[in-house]
């Protein structure tokens, strides 16, 4: 799945700027709208467009005549995060929950940052900010749960996954991913039952005619992994398909066909799907599982 898309981003910011009354305290008098730079609006206009770069750049101007305009930092954190410039990225929302504590789409934003830089820790303290302050977001969960499988934790991923579902739901949104997630996440924790009907509800919601519909037939044995890899569309969708492959592989315990599919996905991988980043998790999980035995062996 892709981590972010800055069409969406900017919906977001928008939703952000309608609720910041709310939800952002240390300066409430403080309206982003009314007090709004002129530099920081043409720099909306030139998104609209597609201008990044002159946008970036006045966004930064903006920043330059006053660090605390909230609209500018915004605007700069989400560029800088489609460039996957991530350390800059992340010192941007960092910057933003310094000052607004209870700011949702910074925190997640800065949890993503964070994911990207392969810094669980931090992104996992991040989305759990995001999640108690705007609880009812099914995207905010999701991103939890990737999380917790690149730390290994299966048993709080399903969980969070369970409650994306349901927060999506709430919204009449939809998407099958944190149902892939739960799904993995329970066939490490042995709890098969659980696991079958979260592919079942995968199976049973899966958009028509449209990815990731081959992954949930493949995962539900409709299809082979050759007839997968055969929808594929671009770089993100390729690596999503030999990530699922790997994690199908390794739950069967064939670990030497999986590895050769997440070997795959950490060198060739689009780094702009989570699954890119689980499958450099996983492999390093799994290198240290088997470097293990070798360590206590050489301590005796």
């Keep these: 799945m892709i981590l972010s898309n800055l069409q969406s981003s900017c919906l977001a910011f928008l939703f952000c700027i309608l609720t910041l009354t709310l939800t952002a305290q240390k300066s409430p008098s403080y309206d ?60 941007s929302y960092d910057s933003i929950v310094q000052s ?11 949890g993503l940052a964070a994911f990207n830089m392969e810094d669980f820790d931090t992104a996992l303290q991040s989305f759990k900010q995001a999640t108690a302050e705007q609880p009812i977001n099914g995207f905010f969960y999701e991103t939890l749960a990737w999380t917790q499988m690149c730390r290994g934790d299966f048993s709080s991923a399903a969980m969070s996954a369970k409650t994306a579902t349901l927060m999506y739901n709430r919204k009449s949104e939809n998407s099958v991913y944190p149902q892939l997630i739960a799904y993995f996440a329970y066939l490490e924790t042995g709890d098969l039952s659980n696991a079958h009907a979260s592919l079942k509800y995968a199976a049973r919601n899966k958009p028509h005619n449209r990815w990731p519909a081959p992954v949930v037939d493949y995962l539900t044995d409709t299809i082979d ?36 599919h997440l070997d795959w996905v950490a060198r060739n991988g689009d ?3 989570f699954e890119y980043t689980l499958a450099r998790a996983l492999n390093l999980q799994d290198n240290v599982a088997l470097l293990a035995p070798k360590a206590d062996t050489e301590a005796q």
């Design 32 to 91: 982003p709208v009314l007090n709004q730079n002129p530099l920081v609006s043409d720099a909306y206009k030139l998104l609209d467009v597609g201008d990044t770069e002159q946008a970036l750049e006045n966004f930064q101007q903006a920043l330059s005549q006053n660090q605390d305009d909230l609209s500018a930092r915004l605007g700069q954190a989400m560029i800088l995060a489609e460039l996957e410039r991530h350390a800059e990225a992340f010192e």
């Design 100 to 110: 607004y504590p209870r700011h949702a789409f910074a925190w997640n934003g800065r």
């Design 225 to 260: 992994a050759g007839e997968l890899i055969s929808f594929v569309g671009d770089s993100a969708q390729e690596t999503e398909a030999h990530t699922y492959i790997g994690l199908k592989l390794r739950a069967k315990q064939q670990s030497h066909l999986a590895k050769a």
């Design 271 to 273: 780094a702009r799907v």
